[in-house]
């Protein structure tokens, strides 16, 4: 592949145009299987597109090329992003690895984990799990009880985690434990382990929108590599703050990779299901305002979160920006699905059965997956507390008392 280094974007476009067009299966056009437990079980043609996209690193076009990543310019990513969009592709290289683990790893890695674990995420080789919050430790995770004991040449990790998303299809979980009961925060260290051993035990936690992606997680005796802690022994606390950061950014959108294409426009939608005026525009003034406004809220959103993105790398440690952009983006998005059902009117009512198209189906399941994302990845209200501390310096009250 030629090396553009950013300036070319045009020959760079028709590289990519060309790359989609000669490996992207028609089949997946406007779908988007990694949205859904499909990913757990793939098609050939699913296949065929994630090993295309993971060979060329174009699924993490940002990462270091050393790694697998595309090693490209931020510029040339947003070609990508466009490229898929235009085809109906979607990004076949995601999941928490790509989301969260891996930046992370990036940062707080040491050489030969980097080199062991961060290929196969930008190849799809293998999903990650999270194992953070447990049934006592939500909100204050710090007061997480999940045991980690040095047995010489591993650790033995004993204890419980709860909402962790993906983990019965999961290979690989990147996980907090207590390692010093003496202390809170200074007590905790991250490590990672396979998932593939007699120690883990998985439940999926049936949802109302019908679908299982949260679990709960049992730890008996479950083995930890020495090679595996990732930081420190005990500094696993500001470890998991950065990767909080790339989670929660990942979470509205900002981490600009998810492509999904294919899907319709609200406005389009709109279009179809309440009609034109002679005009040619949504027949129904209040809706077409406010799917307008919708949409200029969403592009303002996403530059904003870029210029935040951009800026952090300079950090040497967590942005509490990532709070307002984690409760500004999820209630965007809120509202694009209530839109949505809004449009599609009782068609977008529908649980089951042949009178209802499958995107009128996935529409109202959507809407009520959708109303999960004020509350994992940090619920709103959590986040405004730390908008207010950190970032208005407002006392705390609870402390006050």
């Given at each position: 592949?030629?090396?553009?280094?950013g300036?070319?974007?045009?020959a760079?476009r028709?590289?990519?145009?060309a790359?989609?067009?000669?490996?992207f299966?028609?089949?997946?056009?406007?779908?988007n299987?990694?949205m859904?437990?499909e990913?757990?079980?793939?098609t050939?043609?699913?296949e065929?597109?994630r090993?295309?996209?993971?060979e060329?690193?174009?699924?993490?076009?940002t990462?270091?090329?050393?790694?697998?990543?595309?090693g490209l310019?931020?510029?040339?990513?947003?070609?990508?992003?466009g490229?898929?969009?235009?085809?109906?592709a979607?990004?076949?290289?995601?999941?928490?690895?790509?989301?969260?683990?891996?930046?992370?790893l990036?940062?707080?890695?040491?050489e030969?984990?980097?080199a062991?674990?961060?290929?196969?995420?930008?190849?799809?080789?293998?999903?990650?799990?999270q194992?953070?919050s447990?049934?006592?430790?939500?909100?204050?995770l710090?007061?997480?009880a999940?045991?980690?004991?040095d047995?010489?040449?591993?650790?033995?990790i004993n204890?419980s985690?709860?909402?962790?998303?993906?983990?019965?299809?999961?290979d690989?979980?990147?996980?907090l434990v207590r390692t010093?009961?003496?202390?809170?925060?200074?007590?905790?260290s991250f490590?990672?382990?396979?998932?593939?051993?007699?120690g883990v035990?998985?439940r999926?936690?049936p949802l109302?929108a019908g679908s299982?992606?949260?679990?709960?997680?049992f730890?008996t005796?479950?083995?930890?590599?020495?090679k595996?802690?990732?930081?420190p022994l005990?500094?696993?606390?500001?470890?998991?703050k950065r990767?909080?950061?790339?989670e929660?950014?990942?979470?509205t959108?900002?981490?600009g990779?998810?492509?999904?294409?294919?899907?319709k426009?609200?406005?389009?939608?709109?279009?179809?299901y309440?009609?034109?005026?002679?005009q040619g525009?949504?027949?129904?003034?209040?809706?077409?305002?406010?799917?307008?406004?919708?949409?200029?809220?969403?592009?303002?959103?996403?530059q904003?979160?870029m210029r935040?993105?951009?800026?952090?790398?300079?950090?040497?440690?967590p942005?509490?920006a990532s709070?307002?952009?984690k409760?500004?983006?999820?209630?965007?998005?809120?509202e694009?699905?209530?839109?949505?059902l809004?449009v599609?009117?009782?068609?977008?009512?529908?649980?089951?059965?042949?009178?209802f198209?499958?995107?009128e189906?996935a529409?109202?399941?959507?809407?009520l997956?959708?109303?999960?994302?004020?509350i994992?990845?940090?619920?709103?209200?959590?986040?405004?507390?730390?908008?207010?501390?950190r970032?208005?310096?407002?006392p705390?009250?609870?402390?006050?008392?």
């Amino acid at each position: 592949m030629a090396d553009f280094g950013g300036t070319d974007l045009e020959a760079f476009r028709a590289e990519v145009r060309a790359f989609v067009e000669a490996n992207f299966p028609a089949s997946l056009k406007g779908k988007n299987p990694m949205m859904r437990e499909e990913r757990a079980k793939p098609t050939p043609d699913m296949e065929a597109w994630r090993k295309a996209v993971g060979e060329r690193g174009w699924g993490t076009p940002t990462w270091p090329k050393q790694y697998g990543g595309g090693g490209l310019s931020p510029a040339e990513a947003r070609v990508i992003q466009g490229e898929f969009a235009r085809a109906g592709a979607y990004n076949p290289i995601g999941g928490m690895g790509v989301m969260m683990f891996g930046p992370t790893l990036l940062e707080y890695g040491n050489e030969a984990q980097k080199a062991e674990h961060i290929p196969p995420i930008c190849r799809g080789d293998i999903q990650w799990c999270q194992g953070f919050s447990e049934p006592g430790a939500g909100s204050d995770l710090a007061s997480l009880a999940t045991k980690c004991e040095d047995k010489g040449d591993h650790y033995e990790i004993n204890g419980s985690k709860i909402w962790t998303s993906g983990a019965q299809w999961a290979d690989w979980c990147f996980c907090l434990v207590r390692t010093d009961t003496s202390k809170k925060h200074e007590g905790i260290s991250f490590v990672l382990f396979t998932m593939h051993q007699p120690g883990v035990e998985v439940r999926p936690i049936p949802l109302i929108a019908g679908s299982s992606p949260f679990c709960e997680t049992f730890f008996t005796d479950a083995r930890a590599e020495k090679k595996d802690l990732v930081g420190p022994l005990n500094g696993g606390w500001t470890i998991a703050k950065r990767l909080l950061q790339h989670e929660r950014s990942g979470l509205t959108g900002a981490g600009g990779s998810g492509m999904a294409g294919g899907a319709k426009s609200l406005e389009d939608m709109a279009k179809d299901y309440v009609g034109v005026d002679e005009q040619g525009r949504i027949d129904d003034q209040d809706l077409r305002m406010r799917i307008a406004r919708n949409a200029m809220d969403w592009r303002a959103f996403q530059q904003t979160a870029m210029r935040v993105m951009s800026e952090s790398k300079g950090n040497s440690g967590p942005s509490t920006a990532s709070s307002i952009l984690k409760n500004a983006g999820t209630q965007l998005m809120q509202e694009k699905h209530e839109l949505a059902l809004e449009v599609m009117g009782h068609q977008g009512l529908g649980w089951e059965g042949e009178a209802f198209k499958p995107e009128e189906l996935a529409a109202v399941r959507g809407w009520l997956f959708g109303k999960a994302f004020t509350i994992y990845g940090g619920s709103q209200e959590v986040q405004s507390n730390i908008v207010s501390k950190r970032i208005l310096g407002l006392p705390d009250l609870t402390q006050s008392k």
